[in-house]
């Protein structure tokens, strides 16, 4: 079975950094590509970044460009989003995603981050 | 950027019917990577259909999705009362990868 597990979400200062780790199970992670996605309360989802199975291309969306960096670690089937410089527009359910191409078949349930302002 | 507009924002019916929700991309989506997503209150999204048309494993085949270049459809040929849910549409393409503000389906 699937399974995708974020953590490393919580209460953070405007300004501030967390990191965000999201470990993955029951498939082969390094044949998928990996996304971290987000949806704010109450609103719609906003894919934030993504990279690519051996680590080599990484997209972002504008708005996290300069402040996020997406990661992974095929050894420790793991994928991480590093924020920095974080606004209060930033909160949100961050979901990790991914699949064999760049349409995310398996989801996480999310880790929550707020940012106080 | 591809910009993605769900219609209608919210889809008033009843169990039995049929469910038709579009999507309408801003620029032509290559090769029709065009995905549908169902989203429960407090759960994650669920991938229902890929490449505009197939649907992903364990999805019934009530739920099926068509068209090509900037227009989409997803219908639910009866709707079952575990449909009633948000559904996005997203264009996996081109970066940045977008979503669709969403239709909601509720009961009527």
């Known amino acids: 079975e699937v399974q995708l597990v974020e953590s490393g979400g919580g209460l953070v200062q405007r300004g501030g950094s967390l990191r965000l780790s999201c470990a993955a199970s029951?498939?082969?992670?390094?044949?998928?590509?990996m996304n971290w996605v987000r949806q704010a309360p109450g609103k719609g989802l906003e894919w934030v970044a993504n990279?690519?199975?051996?680590?080599?291309?990484?997209f972002y969306v504008d708005s996290v460009k300069g402040r996020f960096t997406i990661s992974r670690d095929n050894a420790k089937n793991s994928l991480y989003l590093q924020m920095n410089s974080l606004r209060a527009e930033d909160t949100a359910v961050y979901y990790c995603?991914?699949?064999?191409?760049?349409?995310?078949?398996?989801w996480g349930q999310g880790t929550l981050v707020t940012v106080s302002s | 950027e591809i910009v993605l507009t769900q219609s209608p924002g919210t889809l008033s019916l009843s169990p039995g019917e049929r469910a038709t929700l579009s999507c309408r991309a801003s620029?032509?989506?290559?090769?029709?990577?065009l995905a549908w997503y169902q989203q429960k209150p407090g759960q994650a999204p669920r991938l229902l259909i890929y490449?505009?048309?197939t649907r992903a494993t364990g999805i019934p085949d009530r739920f099926s999705g068509s068209g090509s270049g900037t227009d989409f459809t997803l219908t639910i040929s009866r709707l079952e009362p575990e449909d009633f849910a948000v559904y996005f549409c997203?264009?996996?393409?081109?970066?940045?990868?977008?979503f669709g503000g969403g239709t909601k389906v509720e009961i009527k």
């Open positions: 995603a991914g699949g064999e191409g760049w349409t995310a078949r398996d």
């Open positions: 029951g498939f082969t992670f390094s044949s998928y590509w």
């Open positions: 990279i690519k199975q051996d680590g080599s291309e990484k």
């Open positions: 620029q032509s989506v290559v090769n029709n990577y």
């Open positions: 490449d505009a048309s």
């Open positions: 997203q264009q996996c393409a081109s970066s940045p990868l977008t």
